[in-house]
């Protein structure tokens, strides 16, 4: 007992000794750089200005086609809704896909149609499966003075999603990126057989 009792008091002089030997942490060394600090501050949009969103997306829809609609989920950084709307018509599929969108672009920190350029293809797609990404265009984040305040999904527009959010972003927030082109996916399969000349 007695010899079991010197170990343990040999065990914690040598554990705080080199505990003693260790300098303090500085903040600087252990901590995000100033840059990836003033991104990731959290400033969350507001109700009044998701809303304006939603309006402006809708307006857009309505201009297309004045039976048209759309559905407009606004995330804040969180991913919970911040605001979502749907006029008549919609169906339940609208919301969900503009909800998918709307994370996927809060998730990725870029417009739903540069993953779907990246991954879009069913390989590409099929081997992130178990990440659960949704792969639509539609989705944008939203950015203002260099910082991520949450992300816009459209669902069931008339003048299509991705054009819906991007002019109600334009309208609302200001001058945006254009629109990422679509690049078509590099089909699976085997490759095609040689032309003969």
């Known amino acids: 007992m007695r010899q079991l009792a010197v170990g343990i008091s040999l065990l914690v002089l040598v554990a705080s000794s080199a505990a003693a030997q260790t300098p303090p942490a500085k903040l600087a060394g252990v901590t995000m750089s100033a840059d990836a600090t003033r991104r990731a501050h959290l400033q969350e949009i507001n109700l009044d200005t998701a809303r304006k969103l939603a309006d402006a997306c809708v307006a857009f829809s309505r201009a297309a086609n004045p039976n048209g609609g759309a559905t407009v989920v606004v995330v804040g950084p969180s991913g919970n809704i911040v605001y979502a709307a749907r006029t008549d018509g919609q169906i339940p599929n609208n919301f969900d896909s503009a909800f998918e969108k709307a994370k996927m672009a809060l998730y990725m920190r870029a417009p739903t149609r540069s993953m779907v350029?990246?991954?879009?293809?069913?390989?590409?797609?099929?081997?992130?499966?178990?990440?659960?990404?949704?792969?639509?265009?539609?989705?944008?984040?939203?950015?203002?003075?260099?910082?991520?305040?949450?992300?816009?999904?459209?669902?069931?527009?008339?003048?299509?999603?991705?054009?819906?959010?991007?002019?109600?972003?334009?309208?609302?927030?200001?001058?945006?990126?254009?629109?990422?082109?679509?690049?078509?996916?590099?089909?699976?399969?085997?490759?095609?057989?040689?032309?003969?000349?």
Do not use: F
Request: aromatic share 4%; proline share 15%.
């Open 117 to 197: 350029n990246r991954w879009g293809s069913p390989e590409a797609a099929l081997a992130r499966a178990p990440l659960n990404l949704y792969l639509v265009e539609g989705g944008y984040p939203i950015i203002v003075e260099d910082m991520m305040i949450g992300a816009l999904g459209v669902g069931g527009s008339s003048g299509g999603d991705e054009e819906c959010g991007h002019a109600a972003l334009q309208k609302v927030i200001g001058p945006q990126p254009a629109i990422v082109p679509p690049v078509r996916p590099t089909p699976v399969g085997p490759a095609a057989p040689p032309q003969a000349r």
